[in-house]
């Protein structure tokens, strides 16, 4: 399969696509929309579900060595005040004097406005944490935060969770779940917005094994974006610098991914060190140190962190997989995703929405249903189904014909060859999963 000579396509063409087939609509749009802020669809949230799914059977369940939590979005506000968060987590800003359009002032290049031509104010840090108020009273004493990341949950239930899943160091807590920043500049469709979901795993460790394991995280992210389909030339490791590291952290990487507007974050891998246990310890009084019973020792472990983007990387996979064949009117727009990102893995089509293939059509997509996610469509011409299932990339369409009826057989389209095998009702089943599989191993990047 050609997987590596994709044609690409434009962010434009990406959003169009995504609103058209219902995998990503602008939040309340029939109010005009809220900038920056999106809803998936039910052909994206399949999408993303993939993803998190995904990352989450590499992550946990197929590991011995991590296990996952599930916390809430609000804490304690004294977890911010000991993170950091609360006095640190901002970004430099700078205001135009004449269109007070407000700007990350690392991104812009200059001194000039580039909506205005205007000159800026001095620069000042702007804190990204949202706030609400929990209960009735908006008073200081009821501030809380929206979590800016799913991180501290892990750090605040270290001993809960060490000591219930009696887990011995190293080993790490992963979580999946919704974060809220603030950002000065959100942007490029789901790549930078103020709701977001994150995909995070605090791996803990003893002291002066922390950097092996800073490596071994590295390689295990971009491996796993490879696996996944994402292709090995559209990714990059990027070490930072010194003056970029977060406050936390003493060593980051980013695995990053060529957009269609250029190299973009997916995800940061961190060596935290103990920060966060010790700042907890600190501020809560609580002792988040680790006895460690074959060596005799307590200490506080170090924390190595891959911290991954939900929505960033199902946006890195939507526009990895973006192909086009032929041209005009016979152009065919394919999205050659992993069987196991794909929204869907099989559709099933009748011929025709006549009544006597019905109840055959259903009775296959019955049959499927327990095994893979499937679609079934009985709407419009054939040709124009299989477009649609391509343009969501559907691996394989199952058609179901006249002569169904007389043989039991039905026609297996394959989205990337398009060749058509025609297989038994009985060994259907069976089928696909050889040709998924086979999908499967193409589809490494
Ligand atoms: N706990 C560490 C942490 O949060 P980060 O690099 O700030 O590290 C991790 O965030 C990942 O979360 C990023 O690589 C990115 O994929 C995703 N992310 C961060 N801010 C985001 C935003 N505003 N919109 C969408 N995704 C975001």
Known sequence: MAKRTLTGTSLDTLVSLAKRRGFIFQSSEIYGGLSS????GPVGVELKRNVKDAWWKSMVRERDDVVGIDASILMHPDVWVASGHLAGFSDPLVECNDCHRR???DQVEGDVCPNC?????PARQFNLLLKTFLGPVEEDAATVYLRPETAQAMFVNFENVQTTSRKKIPFGIAQIGKSFRNEITPGNFTFRTREFEQMEMEFFCEPGTDDDWHDYWMNFSLNWFKKYGLRGEKLLLRVHEADELPH??????DVEYEFPWGWGELETISNRTDFDLKAHSEKSGKD?????DQKKERYVPFVVEPAMGADRSALAFLADAYDEEGEGKEMRVVLRFHPDIA???VAVLPLSKKETL???????????????NTQYDDTQSIGRRYRRQDEIGTPLCVTVDFDTLDDDAVTIRNRDTME???VSIENLESAIRDLLTQMRTDAKG
């Open 358 to 372: 019905s109840p055959t059509a259903q009775r296959v997509h019955e049959l499927l249903r327990p095994y893979f």
């Open 37 to 40: 802020v999106w809803d998936y």
């Open 288 to 292: 988040l140190s680790y006895f460690d």
């Open 343 to 345: 929204p869907f893995q």
């Open 420 to 422: 058509q095998v025609r």
């Open 103 to 105: 700007f990350r002032e």
């Open 248 to 253: 936390y952290s003493k060593a980051s990487a």
């Open 117 to 121: 031509g205007g000159g800026f104010g």
